[in-house]
């Protein structure tokens, strides 16, 4: 069974920038992507950026030209660095990561690591 654990959240100032990391541990498995997804106070939890193992990235158009999301093969560890943070960006934010072992296919979250931005 993977496992993951997310690392960097923390409380910065609006137009700083914080990198969150999240890397994925078990045996035998193939990560197919992995993500980040982020769910603030009273709102449902929605995509901010993903990546396959090819390097094919994703991002939603409000972090768009902020954030980057990159990924490390070798370490099976994601990482996303986030620039010019704003109030708005302030969420509990959780690792996603989509994985084969033997025949299967599974999803799995991350325990989240919160992200405050004071204005």
């Known amino acids: 069974q993977v496992q993951l654990v997310e690392s960097g959240g923390g409380l910065v100032q609006a137009g700083g920038s914080l990198r969150l990391s999240c890397a994925a541990s078990?045996?035998?498995?193939?990560?197919?992507?992995m993500g980040w997804y982020r769910q603030a106070p009273g709102k449902q939890r929605d995509m901010v950026a993903t990546i396959t193992s090819r390097g094919s990235t994703n991002y939603a158009d409000s972090v768009k030209g902020r954030f980057t999301i990159s990924g490390d093969n070798a370490k099976n560890t994601v990482y996303l660095q986030m620039n010019s943070l704003e109030p708005e960006d302030t969420a509990v934010y959780y690792c996603?990561?989509?994985?084969?072992?033997?025949?299967?296919?599974?999803?799995?979250w991350g325990q989240g690591t919160l992200v405050t931005v004071s204005s």
């Open positions: 996603n990561g989509g994985y084969y072992t033997g025949f299967k296919y599974l999803e799995v």
């Open positions: 078990g045996s035998s498995f193939s990560i197919n992507y």
